[in-house]
T-cell receptor
């Protein structure tokens, strides 16, 4: 059963702690993305990766870091430098990074920082 | 980077009424995609428009791409309770950026 998985679904962390969100896909897609969703603000791009071992900052990369060591995996670390980390985080992938490619989204991780 | 503006932010309709959401860009787009996110779910791709003036239909949903490729709309005829959710447009020009979405609620 192909798709994108994100874990965990809900995550709670204390302020000042780094936390890593998992994203795995078995669709053999080259491109992967991380978005942050806040009420009324749609989807804002954090980071994206067009290919293994390469990634670029999106519109709101400050306070986040990523890695792309494997094609299937694109973990996102929310660092203590991120001022307002509480949000719904969505991972997506597409065949390629062209804007013509449909993006497939994972179920999301809701992060709450206490 | 490019920005895609979407209005309205919220829309509440009575079941059976029509619904329209609009997407606008200050720059010419190469293509536009529409996604739907059900409450508690994740965005799911609906359709892509590429050509100037293109119109596509999916049952009660009609999607349009403006002649100048700077705007797009999604129109739902005779809404049903299954239409509830947030509808996003995503404009492409080398890369893709999402609008803020329009949240649709339908009163039975």
């Amino acid at each position: 059963d192909g798709g994108i998985t994100q874990s965990p679904k809900y995550l709670f962390r204390k302020e000042g702690q780094n936390v890593t969100l998992s994203c795995e896909q078995n669709l053999n897609h080259d491109a992967m993305y991380w978005y942050r969703q806040d009420p009324g603000q749609g989807l804002r791009l954090i980071y994206y990766s067009q290919i293994v071992n390469d990634f670029q900052k999106g519109d709101i990369a400050e306070g986040y870091s990523v890695s792309r060591e494997k094609k299937e995996s694109f973990p996102l670390t929310v660092t203590s430098a991120q001022k307002n980390p509480t949000a719904f985080y969505l991972c997506a992938s597409s065949v390629g990074s062209s804007s013509y490619n449909e993006q497939f989204f994972g179920p999301g991780t809701r992060l709450t920082v206490l | 980077g490019q920005q895609v503006m979407q209005i309205p932010q919220y829309q509440h309709v009575q079941e059976g009424e029509d619904f329209t959401t609009y997407c606008n860009s200050s720059t010419t787009l190469s293509n536009i995609q529409w996604y739907k996110q059900r409450p508690g779910g994740h965005p799911v791709f609906l359709i892509q428009l590429v050509k100037s003036g293109e119109v596509k239909k999916q049952k009660r949903l009609t999607f349009q791409f403006g002649e100048a490729k700077k705007n797009s709309s999604l129109h739902i005829t005779a809404t049903q309770t299954t239409d509830v959710g947030t509808y996003f447009c995503a404009g492409g020009n080398n890369d893709m950026r999402f609008g803020a979405g329009t949240r649709l609620t339908v009163k039975p």
